[in-house]
T-cell receptor, first 113, second 116 residues
Framework: QKEVEQDPGPLSVPEGAIVSLNCTYS??????FMWYRQYSRKGPELLMY????GNKEDGRFTAQVDKSSKYISLFIRDSQPSDSATYLC?????????????FGTGTRLQVTL | GAVVSQHPSRVICKSGTSVKIECRSL??????MFWYRQFPKKSLMLMAT?????????EQGVEKDKFLINHASLTLSTLTVTSAHPEDSSFYIC????????????FGPGTRLLVL
């Protein structure tokens, strides 16, 4: 079993839709959870960063963490064509700068006009 | 956010040659740099962690003699793929962290290596 599971998609939605992206994980030691956006042939860009369980909102993006279920989500409201990218979840047990991140495989999102 | 650059962005080389990829933190000092490899439609696979002035720590299964990492300064780390073979063709991405914790881990734009 992989430490982090993420549906690779592709996920295609019309412009304006609400998008739900999810990851499950098996390591209960994970406490720090991140979502990255990666455009084709580019490096990942940090979108959201959360600690432990709960919700965090930033503009059109909301990150949710449910540690009891080992399940994290990223919601995108009012999706735009510019949101078309691959979204990677990542997580780690320690906050230190040398902490290694464990990534999901990424979900490819396509927002159509 | 801070900027991490990689050079070159794309390289094609012949089998048996060595290729050096540079990773630079442009506006901050990176205490730690990470090197990842990414296959098409796959996630990032951590290859090694490097701290300035010390030897890199390689992940299990990564050949340290094949992938040489040098972290000579707080703003520069290099990855050299020695005696490259077609199976080394991949997208190589570095990341650099400052002193502020995980949220300050910034990724470079990646280097696409094609070995013929």
């Amino acid at each position: 079993q992989k430490e982090v599971e993420q549906d690779p998609g592709p996920l295609s939605v019309p412009e304006g839709a609400i998008v739900s992206l999810n990851c499950t994980y098996s390591n209960s030691a994970f406490q720090y959870f991140m979502w990255y956006r990666q455009y084709s042939r580019k490096g990942p860009e940090l979108l959201m960063y959360t600690y432990s369980s709960g919700n965090k909102e930033d503009g059109r993006f909301t990150a949710q963490v449910d540690k009891s279920s080992k399940y994290i989500s990223l919601f995108i409201r009012d999706s735009q064509p510019s949101d078309s990218a691959t979204y990677l979840c990542a997580m780690t047990a320690l906050r230190g700068t040398a902490s290694k991140l464990t990534f999901g495989t990424g979900t490819r999102l396509q927002v159509t006009l | 956010g801070a900027v991490v650059s990689q050079h070159p962005s794309r390289v094609i080389c012949k089998s048996g040659t060595s290729v050096k990829i540079e990773c630079r933190s442009l506006d901050f000092q990176a205490t730690t740099m990470f090197w990842y490899r990414q296959f098409p439609k796959k996630s990032l696979m951590l290859m090694a962690t490097s701290n300035e002035g010390s030897k890199a720590t390689y992940e299990q299964g990564v050949e340290k003699d094949k992938f040489l990492i040098n972290h000579a300064s707080l703003t520069l780390s290099t990855l050299t793929v020695t005696s490259a073979h077609p199976e080394d063709s991949s997208f190589y991405i570095c990341s650099a962290t400052g002193t502020g914790g995980l949220e300050t881990q910034y990724f470079g734009p990646g280097t696409r290596l094609l070995v013929l």
